[in-house]
């Protein structure tokens, strides 16, 4: 069984997302890292072979473990014993300049008030645990692009390109502009087959697109 956890830790009127995972029992290994504007700032790992083989009694004390280390490194940030220091917001941009999201369904058109459509960036921040044997948890997080402002709100889409069976599943972007998505992975039918997610708010819009292959692990960005 996989563990994790999510926790935002506000800091200056600065969002840190600090996640916790269970990388498998294949590494053995749990994994902190605390995002801020799309960078990993920190980092902290720890093994737990000696748990192995798991069972009923083991999976409580991992979960213990893994409980201690993320809410460990939350109480460090929130009491500055772990210093981090957020990346620079890029600088503004005029919107009248901003460039559409080249390839972004047509549903994601700008409103006719708004003459050029802002761009959002998506992120997934769990790009190397996303896919669990055939069931997909996807973390995201949407910002403008201009100025690094989360996308409350914004519409969050994943779907699968390229399967037998359409998949498509939708979410609403929390206050820090961060999303979950779970689903399980259909058959994929084509070698063009992708992973496309989207995010739009009225008057932004902005996708990634990840390439599959018949048995992925980890996506590979194109």
């Not at 460990?72 to 940030?77: D, I, M």
């Not at 998505?181 to 070698?191: K, N």
């Not at 990634?208 to 996506?219: E, G, N, V």
């Amino acid at each position: 069984m996989l563990f994790g956890h999510n926790t935002n830790v506000t800091l200056d009127g600065t969002v840190f997302h600090v996640q916790t995972e269970d990388r498998g029992v294949n590494s053995a290994t749990l994994d902190t890292t605390v995002h801020c504007r799309g960078r990993v700032l920190h980092r902290r790992t720890n093994k737990y072979h000696d748990l192995l083989p798991l069972d009923a009694e083991k999976e409580k004390s991992l979960k213990s473990r893994l409980d201690e280390q993320h809410f460990g490194v939350v109480e460090e940030l929130k009491t500055g014993a772990l210093k981090v220091e957020a990346p620079p917001l890029p600088p503004p941009r005029p919107s009248a300049l901003a460039p559409a999201v080249s390839g972004a369904a047509s549903s994601f058109a700008p409103t006719p008030a708004s003459l050029a459509t802002k761009t959002l960036t998506v992120e997934m921040l769990n790009p190397r645990t996303w896919l669990s044997g055939k069931h997909a948890t996807l973390y995201l997080v949407a910002r403008l692009k201009e100025s690094g402002t989360p996308a409350a709100g914004a519409r969050v889409v994943a779907r699968i390109a390229g399967a037998g069976d359409p998949t498509e599943v939708e979410t609403e972007a929390s206050a820090d502009g961060h999303a979950r998505l779970e689903f399980d992975m259909p058959r994929l039918t084509s070698e063009d087959a992708a992973l496309v997610i989207e995010a739009s708010t009225h008057d932004a819009q902005g996708h990634l697109r990840f390439a599959l292959r018949a048995k992925p692990k980890t996506p590979a960005a194109i």
